[in-house]
T-cell receptor, first 115, second 114 residues
Framework: AQSVTQLGSHVSVSEGALVLLRCNYSSSVPPYLFWYVQYPNQGLQLLLKYTTGATLVKGINGFEAEFKKSETSFHLTKPSAHMSDAAEYFCAVSDKGGGADGLTFGKGTHLIIQP | DAGVIQSPRHEVTEMGQEVTLRCKPISGHNSLFWYRQTMMRGLELLIYFNNNVPIDDSGMPEDRFSAKMPNASFSTLKIQPSEPRDSAVYFC????????????FGSGTRLTVV
């Protein structure tokens, strides 16, 4: 069975500082990996995804993530935090591929931006 | 494109009452998912459909929960009878099966059972 672990339920950074949100996964097959963002009282929005090919994936709003198979990790980064980045971030995995199967989500990391 | 549309946005009901949540997927999408979000358990996949057919309902917590997709543009999630522990945000999401992975979420229905 696949699973996702997000280290740190809350992460606080200063505006302009590096954002690093950690995600580790387990999967018996090469995974498809995702990061979603959720703003208050809204649904989840896809930030970026890894399917195959280049292991460094760029997403929206200046975020990127790197798939490291040897570390079973898919950490999310952004060089310079902005106040508008404050939200809940979810890492997710699918080991079946395609758009037709359910994703397994981590518990989420609440990103706090300090002015 | 109006996105995935869920209704109602908020629902407050008394324990024992029937609750029906509704979802309209993105036009042309052929996969639909129902998720439940709580503080304790995070996001849980309840059930998903491909081409209107339920594929995996192993996440449906109890027989009190049922879901239907009578056509490609509409799905319902019903809870009968409802209990306070069903209080959560319920999300619907849709995708195009043949497309690259990942899907589009609706804004959710916040259910409160008192």
């Amino acid at each position: 069975a696949q699973s996702v672990t997000q280290l740190g339920s809350h992460v606080s950074v200063s505006e302009g500082a590096l954002v690093l949100l950690r995600c580790n996964y387990s999967s018996s097959v090469p995974p498809y990996l995702f990061w979603y963002v959720q703003y208050p009282n809204q649904g989840l929005q896809l930030l970026l995804k890894y399917t195959t090919g280049a292991t460094l994936v760029k997403g929206i709003n200046g975020f990127e993530a790197e798939f490291k198979k040897s570390e079973t990790s898919f950490h999310l980064t952004k060089p310079s935090a902005h106040m508008s980045d404050a939200a809940e971030y979810f890492c997710a995995v699918s080991d079946k591929g395609g758009g037709a199967d359910g994703l397994t989500f981590g518990k989420g990391t609440h990103l706090i931006i300090q002015p | 494109d109006a996105g995935v549309i869920q209704s109602p946005r908020h629902e407050v009901t008394e324990m024992g009452q029937e609750v029906t949540l509704r979802c309209k997927p993105i036009s042309g999408h052929n996969s639909l998912f129902w998720y439940r979000q709580t503080m304790m358990r995070g996001l849980e996949l309840l059930i998903y459909f491909n081409n209107n057919v339920p594929i995996d309902d192993s996440g449906m917590p109890e027989d009190r929960f049922s879901a239907k997709m009578p056509n490609a543009s509409f799905s319902t999630l019903k809870i009968q009878p409802s209990e306070p522990r069903d209080s959560a945000v319920y999300f619907c999401a849709s995708s195009l099966r043949s497309a690259s992975p990942g899907y589009t979420f609706g804004s959710g229905t916040r259910l409160t059972v008192v």
